[in-house]
């Protein structure tokens, strides 16, 4: 009998007030605990999205910090084509200067396709509105509706990101006869 009264007398002490308070300390800490576990968790989830957007950032610093730079380049790149183009091949004067403004058009364009700028000339390929801008359409016997007949202006890309579209001439659907 003696082993009943001493659980009786532990099992008063488990419910007295004493433990129960003890209880809901534990309880409280516990809570508190958790929550600071997960507050800890969206924190840390937090720090690493920051750094890698902060990553991103440097990259994209790097890839494209160049595009304003690029942006005026282009305007060199055009007066070298408009020369080119108003020196007649058949002026036989002209001809040392025309070879000249070759090699330095040449130069301009390997330098800036060192840098990741390419130029893009879609003549023949097909209208690709995010990469080209149409000026206007004209009707072609035998081609294809939407395909590039004629650029006016070449596009340029910095990496993957468009630096100017292409302009250019498209060629339109005939009319159905009816």
């Not at 009264?5 to 508190?32: C, G, R, W």
């Not at 595009?67 to 108003?86: H, P, T």
């Amino acid at each position: 009998m003696n082993n009943e009264s001493e659980i009786t007398e532990k099992a008063d002490d488990t419910f007295s007030p004493k433990n129960e308070q003890q209880a809901l300390a534990l309880e409280e800490a516990q809570k508190k605990a958790a929550e600071n576990w997960d507050l800890f968790l969206r924190t840390r989830a937090d720090l690493d999205n920051v750094r890698r957007r902060a990553l991103l950032d440097v990259e994209n610093a790097h890839k494209y910090g160049i595009e304003k730079f690029a942006r005026e380049m282009l305007a060199i790149v055009d007066s070298l084509e408009q020369g080119l183009a108003a020196l007649s091949v058949h002026q036989a004067g002209d001809k040392d200067l025309r070879e000249g403004l070759i090699l330095t058009y040449k130069l301009l364009l390997d330098s800036l396709e060192k840098f990741g700028i390419k130029s893009l000339d879609p003549l023949g390929e097909n209208f690709d509105p995010m990469r080209h801008e149409a000026l206007s359409s004209q009707i072609k016997e035998g081609i294809e509706p939407n395909k590039v007949l004629l650029v006016m202006q070449k596009g340029f890309m910095l990496h993957d990101r468009l630096l100017r579209p292409a302009r250019v001439i498209v060629s339109g659907a005939a009319a159905s006869a009816n």
